[in-house]
T-cell receptor, first 113, second 117 residues
C-alpha cells in the first residue's frame, strides 16, 4: 500500500460529460502529481501541484483542470469528455518536488462510452 | 515527442536468468533516472534510481548501469524470479530549474517482463 488514495477506482460515463477524480496524498507529502496512462501514449505527466500551487504542467488538455486544496488533497476535473479520454489516471505524491520518490496510487480507470 | 526510448517492448526469461532493459534519453538536462515496476491493477512503484554522476547502482538483485556520454541507462535483474513478472518503466526527471524543484517524470514506453518458472 503506497498510502496514496484515489477515488473512484472505476468511472463509466458518456461523451460530453464532466467527471472529477480525487486523490489523497500520503501523510506529510506536499506535492501531488497527475499522470494519464493509455495504450497508445503510455504514461504521460499532466500536472504537478506543490503545497496548493501549480508547480509544473505537461501536455494537459484545456478541457482538463486540477487543483490542490488546503488539506493537500487534489482533484482532477475532466470536461467535455471524448472517447479518447478513456484511460487510467494516476495520482502520485512526494514529500517535495524534484528527486523525491513519487508514490503512486492505484489509479482511476475512466471509460467513455 | 518521445524523450525517453525504452527497449525491448517485451522480454521473456527463464527463472534464474538475467533480465536486461535498456533506455536512451535525449534531454541532457535530465538529472535523475528512476525505474518503476508496475503490476496489473496497481500503480507504478519505485524500484531503484540513479543520478548521472554515478555509473552504477545496485540494490539487491537490481542494478542500474548509467552511461552519461551515450545518454543511455539500463536495468539488470539478476536471478530473475516469476514474481518479477511485471511491466517495467524507465523514467527521467529534470529536477531543478532556476532554483525551483520539479517532479515531472518522463517515462519510457515500458517493457513487459515474463519470467518462466
Amino acid at each position: 500500500d503506497s498510502g496514496v488514495t484515489q477515488t473512484p477506482k472505476h468511472l463509466i460515463t458518456a461523451t460530453g460529460q464532466r467527471v472529477t477524480l480525487r486523490c489523497s496524498p500520503r501523510s506529510g507529502d506536499l506535492s501531488v502529481y497527475w499522470y494519464q496512462q493509455s495504450l497508445d501514449q503510455g504514461l504521460q505527466f499532466l500536472i504537478q501541484y506543490y503545497n496548493g500551487e501549480e508547480r509544473a504542467k505537461g501536455n494537459i488538455l484545456e478541457r482538463f483542470s486540477a487543483q490542490q486544496f488546503p488539506d493537500l488533497h487534489s482533484e482532477l476535473n475532466l470536461s467535455s469528455l471524448e472517447l479518447g479520454d478513456s484511460a487510467l489516471y494516476f495520482c502520485a505524491s512526494s514529500v517535495d518536488g524534484g528527486r523525491q520518490p513519487q508514490h503512486f496510487g492505484d489509479g482511476t480507470r475512466l471509460s467513455i462510452l | 515527442q518521445q524523450q525517453v526510448k525504452q527497449s525491448p517492448q517485451s522480454l521473456i526469461v527463464q527463472k534464474g536468468g538475467i533480465s536486461i532493459i535498456n533506455c536512451a534519453y535525449e534531454n541532457t538536462a535530465f538529472d535523475y533516472f528512476p525505474w518503476y515496476q508496475q503490476f496489473p491493477g496497481k500503480g507504478p512503484a519505485l524500484l531503484i534510481a540513479i543520478r548521472p554522476d554515478v555509473s552504477e547502482k545496485k540494490e539487491g538483485r537490481f542494478t542500474i548501469s548509467f552511461n552519461k556520454s551515450a545518454k543511455q541507462f539500463s536495468l539488470h535483474i539478476m536471478d530473475s524470479q516469476p514474481g518479477d513478472s511485471a511491466t517495467y518503466f524507465c523514467a527521467a526527471i529534470r529536477s531543478n530549474a532556476g532554483g525551483t524543484s520539479y517532479g515531472k517524470l518522463t517515462f519510457g514506453q515500458g517493457t513487459i517482463l515474463t519470467v518462466h518458472p
